[in-house]
């Protein structure tokens, strides 16, 4: 079993930056890959970003890239969102996920953190 916190959440103006943190307890944490996803009002679940087991691989979503940035310390078992640029189509539920299988899918979901930009 995996357990996720999200937090770091909140209002911020376009233009601004969020930081999301979300916090591993169970397994081993470097063992598996992380993830975030998010959740606009209205709409399905999409990939936000995707980072390796070791920190040195990611990936991001086209509508993120250049803007997002994650990070993981395997020693403190968290993994971070670094968001700037943010912009009013940001807003969403922002939740942090877990691939402790090893495939396309994430298998441990957080409970979510809320961000709502303004314009």
């Known amino acids: 079993q995996v357990q996720l916190v999200e937090s770091g959440g909140g209002l911020v103006q376009a233009g601004g930056s969020l930081r999301l943190s979300c916090a591993a307890s169970?397994?081993?944490?470097?063992?598996?890959?992380m993830g975030w996803f998010r959740q606009a009002p209205g709409k399905e679940r999409e990939f936000v970003a995707r980072?390796?087991?070791?920190?040195?691989?990611?990936n991001y979503a086209d509508s993120v890239k250049g803007r997002f940035t994650i990070s993981r310390d395997n020693a403190k078992n968290t993994v971070d969102l670094q968001m700037n640029s943010l912009k009013p189509e940001d807003t969403a539920v922002y939740y942090c996920?877990?691939?402790?299988?090893?495939?396309?899918?994430?298998?441990?979901w957080g409970q979510g953190t809320q961000v709502t930009v303004s314009s």
């Open positions: 996920a877990a691939d402790t299988k090893g495939g396309a899918s994430f298998d441990y």
């Open positions: 169970g397994r081993t944490f470097s063992r598996y890959a």
């Open positions: 980072i390796s087991r070791s920190g040195s691989n990611s």
